[in-house]
T-cell receptor, first 119, second 109 residues
Framework: EVQLLESGGGLVQPGGSLRLSCAAS????????MSWVRQAPGKGPEWVSA????????YYADSVKGRFTISRDNSKNTLSLQMNSLRVEDTAVYYC????????????WGQGTLATVSS | EIVLTQSPGTLSLSPGERATLSCRAS???????LAWYQQKPGQAPRLLIF???SRATGIPDRFSGSGSGTDFTLTISRLEPEDFAVYYC??????????FGQGTKLEIK
């Protein structure tokens, strides 16, 4: 059974940093691209960042480019998102999501972790 | 950037009725990369349809997807009580890599 478990969310002041993690199990982690998708309160999902299976390719939404860094450790089946220079508008539930092969689709999602940026 | 516009914003129907949800793209979308998700309060989105018309694993056959180019449709043939939720379409493009529609809320009439 595929499981994705996020952690690391919390309350941080504007300009601060958070590091999110996602522990994956139930599939061959290194074979799949992964993404972070966020959802602000009452809004639709917004894709944030993606990383290829071997970690060699990383991609970012313009809204987070230069501030967020995605990474993965295939030996530990872990996906991470380092978030720096946080803004109030980064407040959201952050989900890690597994990409369905040969499809621009996310077939499994974690339960999400809430990051709140507020003074 | 491809913008996805979903309509209606809210759809009020009764169990047993047919639901038709629309997703219109600002430019042509590769059908292989168009998906639909269902989201209930406090839960993550759940994949329903990928490749515009293929049902994901475990999705009942009352859910179907169709369309091509800029116009896509999610149809629920006979609404069950558990189908009342928010539905999002999503596409995979170049920049940004993925975009979502703003959602259609399907509520009980």
């Amino acid at each position: 059974e595929v499981q994705l478990l996020e952690s690391g969310g919390g309350l941080v002041q504007p300009g601060g940093s958070l590091r999110l993690s996602c522990a994956a199990s139930g599939f061959t982690f290194s074979s799949y691209a992964m993404s972070w998708v966020r959802q602000a309160p009452g809004k639709g999902p917004e894709w944030v960042s993606a990383i290829s299976g071997n970690g060699g390719g990383t991609y970012y939404a313009d809204s987070v480019k230069g501030r967020f860094t995605i990474s993965r450790d295939n030996s530990k089946n872990t996906l991470s998102l380092q978030m720096n220079s946080l803004r109030v508008e980064d407040t959201a539930v952050y989900y890690c999501a597994k990409k369905l092969s040969a499809s621009g689709t996310f077939d499994y999602w974690g339960q999400g972790t809430l990051a709140t940026v507020s003074s | 950037e491809i913008v996805l516009t979903q309509s209606p914003g809210t759809l009020s129907l009764s169990p047993g009725e047919r639901a038709t949800l629309s997703c219109r793209a600002s430019q042509s979308v590769n059908s292989n990369y168009l998906a639909w998700y269902q989201q209930k309060p406090g839960q993550a989105p759940r994949l329903l349809i990928f490749g515009a018309s293929s049902r994901a694993t475990g999705i009942p056959d009352r859910f179907s997807g169709s369309g091509s180019g800029t116009d896509f449709t999610l149809t629920i043939s006979r609404l069950e009580p558990e189908d009342f939720a928010v539905y999002y379409c999503q596409q995979h493009g170049s920049s940004p890599l993925y975009t979502f529609g703003q959602g259609t809320k399907l509520e009980i009439k």
